[in-house]
């Protein structure tokens, strides 16, 4: 139906009740019905189709993060046997580091080997000794106190043979002084350390 714009410009609107639809001008009724229809859509579409829509986009949304959990889940389900694999290197290179951390038994001598690798490489022991013990979660530090005199080369050959020990000692806070007979005097702390691992799950067991 085309609309008669000719038909809109010779209504009188003061004519036009509400009473009397029924004799309204076919014009008229048109507008009314076009109108009437564009508000039911509206609020058709905002009290039951938009909330739809929102729902989708929210389904939309979690559908791609369950897919991503799903390939991050299936990459590592994937590798699994890797993981494991690695997990079983990792606690083999453990054993193996705990084997080289001296037992309480062991401890005492380390000061003999220390004594005996600085000897051999011509130093002069002005001091050796343990300090007090520094607790950690897992381990416990030991370090050992050693004041040596000797020239740089002999130095350089304890921390060699230091490194070549079996149980692991760590070298830390080094200071060469001159001294009078002009040799030098070689302060360092040494470091040994106890694995406390197992005692302490035996106690926090208790």
């Given amino acids: 139906m085309n609309l008669d714009i000719k038909a809109l410009t010779e209504i009188d609107w003061n004519e036009i009740e509400l009473e009397n639809i029924g004799d309204w001008p076919v014009v008229v009724k048109v507008i009314c ?103 950690k979660e897992f381990y416990t530090e030991l370090p050992i106190k050693i004041e040596v005199v000797g020239s740089y080369h002999e130095f350089g050959d304890f921390v060699g043979k230091v490194a070549q020990l079996p149980r692991i000692v760590s070298l830390h806070d080094f200071s060469i002084i001159s001294a009078n007979t002009g040799k030098l005097t070689f302060s360092v702390v040494a470091k040994t350390y106890r694995y406390e691992g197992a005692a302490k799950k035996g106690a926090a067991k208790k």
């Fill in 33 to 135: 019905c076009t109108f009437v229809a564009a508000l039911v859509l509206f609020f058709s579409y905002s009290l039951l189709v938009s909330d739809e829509i929102d729902s989708y986009h929210s389904a939309v949304a979690k559908e791609v993060e369950l897919r991503n959990t799903y390939r991050t889940k299936y990459a590592v389900a994937s590798n699994l046997e890797i993981y494991r694999q690695q997990m079983v290197d990792m606690e083999e290179k453990f054993s193996q580091l705990l084997k080289r951390l001296p037992t309480s038994n062991e401890t005492p001598g380390l000061l003999d080997d220390l004594t005996y690798v600085g000897t051999t490489s011509g130093l002069t022991f002005l001091k050796i000794g343990w300090l007090p013990e520094i607790e």
